[in-house]
C-alpha cells in the first residue's frame, strides 16, 4: 500500500509558477507510476501528467507549462507549474498506480487534494 499527502496548493495570478508536492509512504514506491489529476468545480477529475522511472506523460493542456519529477530517495514527486492561467484552478491529487497509465479508474492510491486557484 501507498499513502499519499499533497502540499503546496495556493492562490496566485495570472501567469505564476506554483510547485505542488506528493510525499509517499509505504514500501516500493519506485515501482509505482506516479499521476497528478485534477478537478475543477463542476468537472470529472482529469489527467495532468504521470511518471514512472525517467519516463512523463502530459495532458495536452499542460504540456510544455508542467513538470512532473520524481525522487525515490525522498519518496516525493514533485509538479512543477508555470505560466498559470485561471483554467488550472482546480483540486489537485496525486496517485498511485501499478500500472503505466493516464487513466484514473487505474490508480488505486489517491491523496486528500490540493487546491490550486489562479485570479486573472
Known amino acids: 500500500q501507498v499513502q499519499l499527502v499533497e502540499s503546496g496548493g495556493g492562490l496566485v495570478q495570472d501567469g505564476d509558477s506554483l510547485r505542488l508536492s506528493c510525499a509517499a509512504s509505504?514500501?516500493?514506491?519506485?515501482?509505482?507510476?506516479i499521476g497528478w489529476f485534477r478537478q475543477a468545480p463542476g468537472k470529472e477529475r482529469e489527467f495532468v501528467a504521470a511518471i514512472v522511472g525517467g519516463v512523463t506523460s502530459y495532458a495536452d493542456s499542460v504540456k510544455f507549462r508542467f513538470t512532473i519529477s520524481r525522487d525515490d530517495m525522498k519518496n516525493t514527486v514533485s509538479l512543477q507549474m508555470n505560466s498559470l492561467m485561471s483554467e488550472d484552478t482546480a483540486v489537485y491529487y496525486c496517485?498511485?498506480?501499478?500500472?503505466?497509465?493516464?487513466?484514473?479508474?487505474?490508480?488505486?492510491?489517491w491523496g486528500q487534494g490540493t487546491q490550486v486557484t489562479v485570479s486573472s
Open positions: 509505504g514500501q516500493r514506491f519506485s515501482s509505482y507510476s
Open positions: 496517485a498511485a498506480s501499478r500500472r503505466w497509465t493516464r487513466n484514473r479508474s487505474d490508480y488505486a492510491y
